[in-house]
């Protein structure tokens, strides 16, 4: 004869400590728990309710610049630094952790239009308007002390004056942008190669992450080029119906790229297609100005003259979140940090300023449960986010009046167009005109 028998370890409930959390055992069965989804879409109400409590992006200010900031650069050594150029010719290196100024790099006569650093860190290179490329090394930093770097290590003067700059992965050739396009190496006073499609100046310019040999810029004719350094020659252009401002490569899909444009979108194209946008950006209600994309590749953030920062996902046509302050002026440029987790925007009114990538997110370091806890939400409004309490609390926005009036202006346009179209479409004869698709609707022409 069989007896069975009920065996409970008292180590499975008992607690090692008096100041631990008493083991509860749950009975997952769902005919127990017959309120299971209304239960949950309660918490979901509840969690999107705390996160619009909870979202407060701006950290702090750093200010130091006594002219507009017109660019920066990440700092690939150091996850908590970044360099700031102004338009008075100054340079910084700021500690993002204290939010002061770490090293200054004084010698430019004019507007500091582009700052990158080499791949390993040590060297700095910057250009401006007044017609020179400097390399300054950049200095083993004690955060805490003040370090000058007066002297740059190496001074280009060239024949015009320069609108951006990029270096190389992993080699010593660097990039700018004025005129033309020139290609220097650190140990040659004089471009080692130059590149030119048409006689406009060329805006910005940014080399491939995944194939180094490849180059994209943008010019004052409406162009966007993209060049191989290997065949040493341009192969396609493509002529869009209002300038391109900035352009940055997605790192995690390189053969993507996005472009911020003055007609208040951004444009997301595939390098091997450049006839139709793969996206359309919208939300930005004056010219986009920077556009800098997350190491994860799935968020980039977007700078105005709007006076707005806004971070969009990489195949979003809306913008996830959008940040203001009543003091920011127009968006120069912007920059998201190494670790992804912070968004540094550069403005007229001579601030750099710290924003959160997540609202709502807590500083500092979670406990297992806590991060727990915070995926169980993210998780709960991911599967009711259909609903419309959920949606509404979710989506809304506070914006400031002069965008909120501006975006109600842009609406009512885009809708008189739209009307204008289809009657134009009705009234005409049938084949004898063809409407082009949105993500067409801004591109003249492709050229290679």
Wanted: aromatic share 10%.
């Amino acid at each position: 004869m069989k007896v069975k028998v009920i065996s409970r370890s008292t180590e499975e409930f008992t607690r090692e400590r008096s100041k631990d959390l008493q083991k509860v055992f749950r009975n997952y069965d769902p005919n127990l728990h017959t309120q299971e989804k209304a239960v949950e879409y309660t918490r979901a109400l509840n969690a999107a309710k705390l996160e619009k409590i909870f979202a407060k992006p701006f950290i702090g200010a750093m200010d130091g610049h006594i002219d507009a900031v017109s660019s920066m650069a990440k700092n690939p050594n150091y996850l908590k630094a970044i360099f700031s150029g102004s338009m008075d010719g100054d340079i910084r290196l700021w500690d993002l952790a204290t939010r002061k100024t770490v090293c200054q790099f004084p010698g430019h006569q004019g507007a500091v239009k582009g700052l990158t650093s080499s791949t390993n860190g040590e060297l700095l290179v910057s250009c401006g308007t007044d017609c020179t490329v400097r390399l300054w090394k950049v200095p083993a930093l004690n955060f805490g002390s003040t370090v000058d770097a007066s002297q740059p290590s190496a001074i280009y003067t060239w024949k015009h004056a320069f609108r951006g700059v990029d270096h190389q992965w992993n080699t010593s050739i660097f990039a700018t942008a004025g005129a033309q396009v020139d290609l220097w190496d650190h140990n040659r006073s004089e471009p080692i190669n130059t590149f030119q499609w048409g006689n406009d100046s060329v805006i910005s310019i940014r080399f491939n992450p995944g194939e180094p040999n490849l180059l994209a810029t943008s010019s004052s004719d409406r162009g966007v080029v993209l060049y191989d350094l290997r065949t040493s020659s341009p192969f396609k252009k493509v002529i869009m119906q209002t300038k391109t401002n900035s352009i940055c490569w997605n790192p995690m899909e390189p053969i993507n790229f996005t472009a911020a444009n003055e007609d208040c979108n951004c444009y997301t194209f595939d390098a091997r297609k450049l006839d139709e946008a793969k996206v359309v950006h919208r939300d930005h209600v004056s010219a986009v100005m920077d556009v800098d994309y997350s190491p994860t590749g799935r968020e980039f953030v977007t700078g105005s003259y709007d006076r707005t920062v806004r971070i969009f996902n990489y195949n979003g046509d809306h913008s996830r979140e959008i940040y203001h302050t009543k003091r920011m002026q127009r968006v120069f440029c912007v920059k998201y940090s190494c670790d992804a987790s912070y968004v540094i925007s550069g403005s007229d009114d001579t601030n750099l300023r710290l924003w959160k990538s997540k609202a709502s997110e807590q500083l500092g370091v979670l406990l297992p449960r806590e991060r727990k806890k915070h995926e169980y939400h993210d998780a709960l409004k991911a599967r009711f986010k259909h609903l419309p309490e959920i949606r509404r609390i979710v989506k809304h926005r506070h914006l400031p009046k002069p965008v909120y009036k501006a975006a109600i202006l842009r609406r009512t346009v885009t809708e008189a167009e739209n009307r204008k179209e289809q009657r134009r479409q009705a009234h005409s004869a049938p084949g004898s005109s063809s409407r082009k698709p949105f993500r067409k609707r801004r591109i003249v022409k492709e050229e290679s």
